[in-house]
């Protein structure tokens, strides 16, 4: 057993380790706060390692566990995928253990909630852990599962809030019916393979209509937990619902877990690829793109906003899985490795300014108790390092050079313009198509951002809450810092990190990205030089090249220091902070464009004197998919409600005359 | 085979051929009677221009003569009397409000595509250079059809069903060299009957229902028996 | 040997920054001509830019850092565009630094810097100005994307560079893809650098402006650096449509009679470029802010026709 998965498993003790321990603390949790942290942190740094090290192997080590079924030990292997995903876990929770210190003590209220949530914490990072690691499907399974009850109570710790709670159980019926998808999906392939782990089922090929059966299963039940459209409503309820750190968490990370799945069954369990799907996945993923980006434009609780954008960024993701699966079903390998390389190079990205936004609005919460824009303004002034990386984090991922997003949208495009080379006239025009829905959604999200940054930390304070807003602490600085250096180390340095994650598709596909990396570590070139090239260091260089020059050249001495005068008040009254644009208003152009996707209701309500106008914005997803699919539900319940007679005798009845039958059926 | 094997006279038959496919999105996305007439009449003249350098190119010279009616026809004659049908029924100001004119618009795309990829084994067929045409000459006449569809104004549906006919010219050009000059002649004749027709028509209707909107039209279907006359719902 | 073409590189990108206010006094005088006055001098331009660069700044009190950095960034990201735009020569070694994709990112850069500036102040004109660009450039962004990938369709790179070769190379051939693509990037260049019917550059009423209404607040050397960056914009779009769609006359070798037809091929196309603006500008209006959806709608449009004439018609089955 190499190394590194040894490292990978002592990232999981001690996970399952820290939350006993916070289990065991009860009401004392507060007490060993600090070691716990510290306990996640190690835990996170094992898992970093033990990615690299999975990253870098040649040979993926497996080995299998002294638990589980009797015929069935758990299985775990870390092969470069593993690598690349424990890596990404380690990156984030690295950040979180930094966070949590302080941000958990503001939370310290109530009877023993630490305790709670610092238990159910390490039981949802050890989950999100081995299912990375799992190499059979019943491990899978058990670790899917373990992340997803685990996060429920995360979800559902801020209980005192019936908002909260009826998010939290959202989730969880909606993780159980994706978990069964998955389930049956694992099934399919078993039937056709002799036995539940990797090996068998990557070895079962079973006949055509069975693996797309199987690929229908898996894109429900993974595109489920990672919020494609239309199957994401529950994700912009849950997700903001949990304390700042764990929606970090969840958004950055554990739908990445599910981008993982995803990736592990298609690609490399289920048999032979087929372009069809590479259609649907394309076509669901745009869809998600541009309605996150949409709904997140529109919102107005910042926590909601960047859930929204989550859900358009695993849409993005998905894009390049698409492209991805067109490429390598039509023999276009090279290109189909440019593309999986751009959505997991997206992911690690996604992960990395998602949790870094989160961490900011936690911070912003922890400081002011405030998640409504409306309330915000100024916060620049009041806390400039948190301004600064959440800034950061809004120009990554707004997809801005010279930072991260740029990249991995630069590679999805590469790849896609590349779609000359397909034999199809129909393919050639349909993935233009949704590339410039791509380019839309890049736009929306930019426009998204503007308006968070611009209202939440720009103009002047909207309330009193924020005006006394103060810097939070070393830690949560330092943790927010992490996270923001490595977004513009991922966006200045690209061809490091395409040489890393290269080792997925080598090592999955049996092909390599041998082009990018040709030329050297200034230049990424992923198709040829002579096609497209960007050299990040460069751009970086010279714009800061440009500055200087102009600051030498024009900003003269006494330039350097602007007189300061009120704002211009079109010659009526001094401006104040009310008559600020609101992020509602910002959003309006955009809402009345694209009206037709939301369902708006707006009113003016008058009542003596004073107008108030009422904004709602509703998501057709509901309307639309999950209220005829709960009202089917239950209308197919009622059928069977005769059964439900409340008599014991009859309900032991039932199950005697189930035994006798099934006895029959052995027999 | 590729553009630059072309002679310049065929490279500027799928320009044109391009432009009238531009001319039929023109005509979906018009809101104004008028300027769809004008949409129409350039509709009219690109496809006479195509069909005269099909003639130039093919050495084909009865092309010429399709050309030079489809010209008179469609670029002139027709476009005149609907505008003069316009001006008697005093609908030079109306505005159609076509609901959702994005979509429309993509939901033509999605027809191109389609229309392409229906195209495809036809095409692979002929050997003639403007075979790629077919598919521009079917989206031409399903694009007519949409628009008919998307409008509640009977003129515009007019226009969309002549913008069909010019799809189906376009077609016949393109594919075979053009149809016999007789079925041609009778085609023509048949249109321009049609267009006398219509006006007269939608003065009819004008007169009798008060309105050119197609909708207005459910009122003739006999709904419920049960209905007093005179208690029906007002317009 | 390898420094000479670096050293044009910066003497192109100078030439790119020192020309920018030329066009814009160009595209004023032709349009005051056009409407029967004299028109401003040609070099004004530059006096006005001159005075604005020597004048104290004078900000806000709620002004922040962002504020203060904006112009330096909008003006740097701009600039590095236009270095990275073959104007005179063709293969300059800039060219590989960044490719189209590469270019309208720095841009997009540069409008997002400028609408965060528009909302820093707290008055209620930047927040508009903010909110209007970003819904305008959101639309164009999508029809740009598609004007290159029709152009890729056919030329197979990104590299501005190489498409330019691939154009000048392929001689006279009439393509419907680049026709709509023409148009396509045309409207898209319209509604980019604020021009009529999408935005009017010489506004005065603050309710109807979108790029004026984000530059408000700036004043002295910063709105000085705001507006030479608004007309490098300006220029780069119209290198753009001048270098792509027409590359001839560029210099593809550093010779200097080649660099010499290049500056007057350049010239000659952006002064033919700048008369055909004036023109439409002076037919037309300004638009409804909602309007300009449409305007896009039919940008997009364009571009995708483009695409799919290419797909159907000059490939072949």
Known sequence: MAISLQLALAAIAVMLCAGALAFAAGARASRINDLYFLLLGASGTLALTAGLGGLMASTPPATTLPFGLPWLPWHVRLDALSGFFLLLIGLVSIAVALFGPSYVRGLAHGRDPLSVLGGFTGLFVAGMLTVVLADDAFLFMVAWELMSVASYFLVAFQHEQAANRRAALLYLLMAHIGGLCILLGFGVLAAFGHGFDFDSLRNALPPTPWTTVAFALAFIGFGMKAGLVPLHAWLPEAHPAAPSHISALMSGVMLKVAVYGFIRFVFDLNGDLHWGWGVAVLTIGSASALMGALFAVVQTDLKRLLAYSSVENVGIVFIGLGLSLVFLSTGHRLLGVIALVAALYHALNHALFKSLLFLGAGAVLHSSHERDLEHMGGLLRRMPWTGLFFLIGCLSIAALPPFNGFVSEWLTFQSALQAWQLDSGVLRSLLPIAVAILALTGALTAAAFVKVYGVAFLGRARSRRIRRAREVSLGMRAAQAWLAVLCLLLGVLPMPVVALIDAVPRQLLGIGLAQATRHGWLWLTPVAPATASYAAPLILLCLAFAWWLVRMLLGRARLRRPRRSDAWDCGFAPPDARMQYSATAFAQPIRRVFGVLFRIDESIQNDSGTSRYRLQIADRAWESFYVPVARAVQAASRRVTWLQSGSIRVYLGWSLATLLILLWVIS | ?235 | ?317
């Open chain 2, 1 to 235: 085979m590729t553009l630059m094997h072309l002679s310049l006279t065929e490279q500027s038959v799928f320009v044109l051929a391009a432009l009238v496919l531009l001319s039929s999105f023109a005509l979906l996305a018009q809101t104004r009677l008028l300027s769809a007439v004008h949409a129409f009449a350039w509709q009219g003249a690109l496809v006479a221009a195509v069909t005269a350098l099909m003639a130039s190119a093919g050495d084909e010279p009865h092309l010429y003569l399709s050309a030079a009616l489809t010209l008179t026809l469609k670029a002139l004659l027709i476009p005149w009397m609907l505008h003069r049908l316009i001006r008697r029924l005093a609908l030079e100001r109306h505005v159609e409000t076509v609901r959702r004119p994005a979509v429309i618009t993509l939901a033509g795309a999605a027809i191109v595509v389609f229309c392409y990829w229906v195209v495809l084994p036809i095409a692979r067929l002929e050997l003639a250079a403007t075979r790629n045409i077919l598919a521009i000459s079917l989206s031409v006449v399903l694009l007519g059809l949409l628009m008919m569809v998307a409008r509640r104004q009977a003129v515009s549906q007019v226009i969309g069903f002549m913008s069909m006919e010019n799809g189906l010219f376009l077609a016949a050009a393109a594919a075979t060299g053009g149809m016999p000059l007789v079925v041609e002649l009778g085609v023509a004749f048949d249109v321009l009957v049609a267009a006398v027709l219509f006006g007269v028509f939608f003065l009819q209707i004008r007169d009798s229902i008060d309105s050119l909107d197609v909708d207005r039209l459910n009122r003739l279907t006999e709904t419920d028996t049960t209905t007093v006359p005179g208690t029906e719902a007002r317009p």
């Open chain 3, 1 to 317: 040997m390898t420094l000479l073409p670096w050293l044009l590189t910066l003497l192109q990108a100078a030439l790119f920054a020192a020309a920018a206010p030329l066009l814009v006094g160009w595209i004023k005088k032709v349009k005051a001509r056009l409407q029967n006055r004299r028109g401003p001098p040609l070099l004004q331009v530059y006096r006005e830019l001159w005075k604005l660069l020597g004048k104290e700044a004078v900000m806000a009190h709620t002004a922040s850092p962002v504020f203060r950095a904006a112009p330096y960034v909008v003006f740097s990201a701009t600039w590095l565009v236009a270095a990275v735009i073959p104007l005179v020569a063709s293969h300059l070694p800039s060219a590989a630094m960044a490719d189209v994709i590469v270019l309208v990112g720095l841009l997009a850069l540069a409008r997002f810097v400028l609408a965060l500036a528009g909302m820093d102040i707290g008055t209620t004109f930047g927040g508009m100005g903010s909110s209007r660009e970003m819904l305008v450039s959101g639309l164009a962004e999508p029809a740009l994307l598609m004007v290159v990938f029709t152009l890729t369709m056919s030329a197979h790179t990104t590299n501005l560079a190489s498409v330019m070769d691939y154009i000048a190379g392929a001689g006279l051939l009439l393509r419907p893809s680049f026709l709509f693509a023409l148009g396509a990037l045309v409207l898209v260049a319209v509604a980019e650098t604020g021009r009529i019917p999408i935005d009017n550059p010489a506004a005065h009423l603050e309710l109807t402006m979108i790029h004026e209404a984000m530059v408000l607040e700036y004043s002295g050397i910063n709105l000085g650096l705001m507006e030479w960056a608004a007309q490098i914009k300006l220029m780069i779009y119209g290198t753009l449509i001048a270098n792509v769609f027409f590359p001839w006359g560029i210099a593809s070798e550093l010779t200097p009679v080649a660099l010499l037809i290049g500056v007057m091929a350049i010239t000659i196309k952006l002064a033919l470029l700048a008369i055909a603006l004036a023109v439409t500008e002076t037919v037309l209006a300004k638009m409804r802010l909602f309007r300009a959806p449409l305007f896009l709608n039919v940008a997009f449009l364009l571009a995708l026709l483009g695409l799919l004439s290419h797909v159907i018609l000059e490939v072949g089955a």
